[in-house]
Antibody, heavy 120, light 106 residues
Framework: QVQLQESGPGLVKPSETLSLTCFVS????????WNWVRQPPGKGLEYIGY???????NSNPSLKSRVSISLDTSKNLFSLRLSSVTAADTAVYYC??????????????WGQGTTVTVSS | SYELTQPLSVSVALGQTARIPCGGN??????VHWYQQKPGQAPVLVIY???KRPSGIPERFSGSNSGNTATLTISRAQAGDEADYYC?????????FGGGTKLTVL
């Protein structure tokens, strides 16, 4: 079955750019929405954004100016870049799959999550 | 902007029925999904499209959505159901999560 695995630096300095990758195994990137969700320590889930397999993207208005999501279909992975990070961006970052339409099916496969700490 | 409201905690006696509400303005007109998250683990989709169960989710989990409240119902609650539960909708421009409810099984 499809599995997702996040990877990236666990520590990022303030004002720098956080970069994470989600590798998709056991299935194709085609036909789905690919999402990023984060969870600050002890808090709830916060949606970051998605990229559709066609390349269209959308992100949370609260993060939109700092978020970039991209796709590499040849490598079966998608990536997140979050610029100008602060301590408030410290969180567990999850990648997740959603079948289309995005409204109807929810996020049915999740990665295990990766912890990112923003600190100098 | 649209908001989803969940109680911080809900308690249920072992074997009884737990109901976890998710409030929102006319949420009955939106499609609601529910996730279960156990400590240290990724969320798991337990209900999609208001009341559908993904493969592998026990029939004890059910959902409803009407008016201003969507509800996740867990029948015959088990110790293994202790977790945080999040409701989620698509709000025209982005995905929204409720604040989460901690379910305690007594």
């Amino acid at each position: 079955q499809v599995q997702l695995q996040e990877s990236g630096p666990g520590l990022v300095k303030p004002s720098e750019t956080l970069s994470l990758t989600c590798f998709v195994s056991g299935g194709s990137i085609s036909g789905y929405y690919w999402n990023w969700v984060r969870q600050p320590p002890g808090k709830g889930l916060e949606y970051i954004g998605y990229i559709y397999y066609s390349g269209s993207t959308n992100s949370n208005p609260s993060l939109k100016s700092r978020v970039s999501i991209s796709l590499d279909t040849s490598k079966n992975l998608f990536s997140l870049r979050l610029s100008s990070v602060t301590a408030a961006d410290t969180a567990v970052y999850y990648c997740a799959r959603a079948p289309p339409p995005l409204t109807d099916f929810g996020m049915d496969v999740w990665g295990q999550g990766t912890t990112v700490t923003v600190s100098s | 902007s649209y908001e989803l409201t969940q109680p911080l905690s809900v308690s249920v006696a072992l074997g009884q029925t737990a109901r976890i509400p998710c409030g929102g303005n006319n949420i009955g007109s939106k499609v609601v999904h529910w996730y279960q998250q156990k400590p240290g683990q990724a969320p798991v989709l337990v209900i999609y499209r208001d009341s559908k169960r993904p493969s592998g989710i026990p029939e004890r989990f059910s959902g409803s959505n009407s008016g201003n409240t969507a509800t996740l119902t867990i029948s015959r609650a088990q110790a293994g159901d202790e977790a945080d539960y999040y409701c989620q909708v698509w709000d025209s421009i982005t995905v929204l999560f409720g604040g989460g409810t901690k379910l305690t099984v007594l």
